[in-house]
């Protein structure tokens, strides 16, 4: 009886061996995958960084484009203001020397018109 029972033991061991050549290539393929995707994630971290390094140079250049305007518009109101402000101090000196002869003139003619 003992004749007809063969040794599985062999057979046993050649299976357990193959399971850990599985086991061992899946574990290899999981790494792999693992790796793929850490190189993915810190490819779309470089490339969101290089997103925020690029909205942060077009608010710098808007910023830049916004102040040059308005130093431009501040120096042309200050050009308007001072040409308009030269024919006013030119009227005001007219319209101060006019006013001066008038005075004099109806303070003049107010004694003469009294005395008369």
């Known amino acids: 009886m003992y004749r007809e029972m063969r040794d599985i033991s062999g057979?046993?061991?050649?299976r357990a061996d193959l399971l850990v050549k599985q086991m061992v290539a899946e574990q290899a393929r999981f790494h792999r995958a693992l790796?793929?995707?850490?190189?993915?994630?810190?490819?779309?971290?470089?490339?969101?960084?290089?997103?925020a390094v690029h909205r942060l140079v077009n608010v710098i250049t808007v910023q830049h484009v916004l102040?040059?305007?308005?130093?431009?518009?501040v120096t042309a109101l200050d050009a308007q203001a001072e040409?308009?402000?030269e024919p006013?101090?030119?009227?005001k000196t007219e319209s101060a020397s006019s006013t001066s002869s008038?005075?004099?003139?109806?303070?003049?003619?107010?004694?003469?018109?009294?005395?008369?």
């Open 35 to 51: 790796t793929e995707l850490e190189k993915e994630k810190a490819m779309r971290r470089q490339q969101a960084a290089v997103q």
């Open 102 to 116: 008038k005075e004099m003139i109806a303070a003049g003619s107010a004694p003469q018109a009294a005395s008369v």
């Open 11 to 14: 057979d046993l061991r050649e």
């Open 67 to 73: 102040h040059r305007a308005l130093n431009s518009a």
């Open 83 to 85: 040409a308009s402000n």
């Open 88 to 91: 006013l101090q030119k009227k």
